[in-house]
Nanobody, 124 residues
Framework: QVELVQSGGGLVQAGGSLMLSCAASGRTFSNYAMAWFRQTPGKAREFLARITSSGGSTDYADSVKGRFTISRDNAKNTLYLHMNSLKPEDTAVYYC?????????????????WGQGTQVTVSS
């Protein structure tokens, strides 16, 4: 059983920065692509960023490109999301997710395991 445990998040002023972490259990973390999503009440889960199993390739949604950075440390079984220049519209619950292979798609349906979610609130 794979468990993804998220940490980080919280309240920050607009223009500020936050870092989210996602620690994975098990010894196969480095075999799988990972991604970050977010969700606000009444809306579908929104893709933010994905990274291949090796970390050699990343992809970002236009809404966060240039402000957010996804990275991973396979030695520590940990995924990160560095968020800069945060805006009030970035307020949401953020989720990490593990894909089904070394690469992944943007759709949430392609992800098997999910973190518990962490609230990010950006005040204006």
């Amino acid at each position: 059983q794979v468990e993804l445990v998220q940490s980080g998040g919280g309240l920050v002023q607009a223009g500020g920065s936050l870092m989210l972490s996602c620690a994975a259990s098990g010894r196969t973390f480095s075999n799988y692509a990972m991604a970050w999503f977010r969700q606000t009440p009444g809306k579908a889960r929104e893709f933010l960023a994905r990274i291949t199993s090796s970390g050699g390739s990343t992809d970002y949604a236009d809404s966060v490109k240039g402000r957010f950075t996804i990275s991973r440390d396979n030695a520590k079984n940990t995924l990160y999301l560095h968020m800069n220049s945060l805006k009030p519209e970035d307020t949401a619950v953020y989720y990490c997710a593990r894909g089904g292979g070394s690469g992944s798609a943007r759709g949430s349906g392609g992800y098997t395991y999910w973190g518990q979610g962490t609230q990010v609130t950006v005040s204006s």
